[in-house]
């Protein structure tokens, strides 16, 4: 029997989905999109930035392996806790488990706030109490700690990159058939990358051939990729370093550490830009071609659909539904058997509403460049030999959208994350219990008015929803001036 039962949330499967679908379509649409991806991946900024994804992207998807713990046997009969965890939990236990009394400073020794003791001699006197985590570590310890948590950090990031090239420079031959003669790849300008890799034996080996195009070896940009990839792990080697001996970003008003309620904040931003944008992407795709292509009662169907949408602003519409839900799940209650079920299906409604809010804009623009494709002489041709029109609408008119579709969802990402934190402010977000970074500005609103100033988890909220939409955009530009055929004239 074991010790754990795995748990699916609705948004973590459909997480799932996601990537499948959009590993599906990465790979169906290289053929129509191959020079933009080249151009995409020969930019500094676009590897900067998506490394950056990458990590953000890891972290939630390992908060979205959910499990339940297993509790001692009563009568010879299993039970599992009611509290879900996370693979994050798992990992991040040290600050999930090492709680304080109340705030704690960033790096902190001793609590925030002095108690009252009273003393043998009947004075009272105000203490600051020692923290259990860190308040018996030496001072002197932290950079200590800082330093050699950046050495190791150094250390895994170059094995990392080495073994990234090793494995690159192994496949890279062999993604093309010998019969195909094609001319050789440059090599590249660096002296690291010249090493004799055909006298191992793993590159003799008969690995299969990848149907993916050749690496961009020359203009890749690697000085990028390698000092932003050196700079992340050594980040990371002192973070972990000095999170398992202090509270690096303090603790909140219940003694939670604050780095933890930022790290597992990261999972509800991205579900609410994520899942927003696949309910987003089938309503613009199919209303936009649908109307453009057909033209007619369609298209005018189409437009009186999104410009009444327009109409009702969209706070107002988003605050009324979030509440009619939440008035749904506190009369059911026996529907959700935990916090994170009544939680999760409360995110999964917002990013619901705000994926049917969020079509309008893609839906104009690919209806615009619809109603220009349909009048060109290659989809005339096809109208008159008798092709259908879901034939056409798939294989002449969506292969030639798919930038644009690409460029727009992209850049949508930013404020759909953003949006999760104005609309937990306000209190129409997602719920109270789930770590958030609205939440957690929300809370910070009174603690700035203290004296002295509660000032970390602002700014820890702050770092990481800056760190993340500021990755996107530049990303997103990235993408526009790789993949718009007007940029790249």
């Known amino acids: 029997m074991t010790q754990w039962q795995p748990v699916i949330l609705w948004t973590d499967g459909l997480a799932w989905f996601g990537i499948a679908l959009m590993l599906i379509l990465l790979f169906a649409s ?16 676009a590897v900067v930035s998506m490394l950056i994804l990458l990590c953000y992207g890891s972290i939630g998807l390992l908060d979205s392996l959910h499990y339940r713990v297993r509790l ?14 996370s693979v994050l939990d798992a990992l991040l236990t040290p600050l999930r488990t090492h709680n304080e009394t109340s705030y704690a400073a960033p790096l902190a020794r001793r609590a925030f706030s002095a108690t009252p003791e009273r003393h043998a001699g009947g004075e009272v006197v105000e203490v600051r109490k020692p923290l259990q985590l860190g308040g018996q570590t030496p001072p002197h310890a932290r950079t200590e700690l800082a330093l050699r948590g950046a050495l190791y950090g150094g250390i895994t990031g170059i ?7 090793f494995i690159i420079r ?14 050789p790849c440059p ?34 940009p690697w000085r990028s990729f390698s000092l932003t990839l050196l700079f992340l792990s050594i980040l990371i080697g002192s973070t972990v370093e000095l999170a398992g001996n202090f509270h690096v970003f303090g603790t909140n008003e219940i003694g939670q550490d604050v780095l933890y309620d930022s790290i597992k904040s990261v999972r509800t931003g991205l579900m609410m830009g994520c899942l927003a944008t696949l309910v987003t992407l089938p309503l613009a795709v199919g209303l936009g071609l649908a109307a453009g292509y057909f033209g007619g009662w369609v298209d005018d169907l189409v437009q009186y659909i999104y410009t009444t949408l327009n109409a009702i602003p969209a706070v107002l519409l988003i605050a009324a539904t979030v509440l009619l839900m939440q008035g749904f799940i506190e009369t059911h209650p026996a529907m959700f058997d935990s916090t994170a079920s009544r939680s999760d299906i409360r995110l999964l409604f917002l990013c619901v509403i705000l994926g049917m809010t969020n079509w309008t804009g893609l ?3 690919l209806r615009g460049e619809t109603l220009k494709l349909r009048e060109l002489d290659y989809i005339q ?50 719920d109270p219990s789930m770590h ?53 004239r």
């Open 30 to 45: 290289r053929a129509q999109m191959r020079a933009g991806w080249q151009r995409l991946w020969q930019h500094p900024l």
């Open 72 to 85: 001692p046997t009563i009568n010879k009969r299993v039970q599992y806790s009611v509290t879900v965890y």
């Open 159 to 165: 094995g990392l990159l080495l073994a990234i090239v």
């Open 170 to 183: 192994t496949f890279a031959a062999r993604t093309t058939a010998p019969e195909q003669h094609e001319a």
């Open 187 to 220: 090599e590249p300008k660096f002296l690291w990358l010249k090493f004799p890799w055909s006298r191992f034996p793993w590159s003799r080996f008969p690995w299969p051939r990848f149907p993916w195009p050749k690496f961009p070896w020359p203009r890749f």
């Open 363 to 365: 839906c104009r623009i």
């Open 381 to 430: 041709a096809a109208r008159a030999f008798g092709v259908p029109s879901w034939r056409i609408l798939w294989q002449h008119l969506l292969p030639n959208l798919s930038h644009l579709i690409l460029i727009s969802l992209v850049m949508d990402f930013s404020g759909l994350v953003l949006a999760e934190a104005v609309l937990s402010y306000i209190g129409v977000g997602v």
């Open 436 to 488: 958030s970074w609205g939440n957690m500005i929300n809370a910070a609103r009174l603690e700035l008015s203290r004296e002295p100033v509660i000032w970390w988890p602002l700014t820890a909220a702050f770092i990481g929803m800056f760190t993340l939409v500021l990755a996107a955009n530049l990303f997103a530009d990235a993408v526009r001036d790789a993949f718009d055929p007007l940029a790249t």
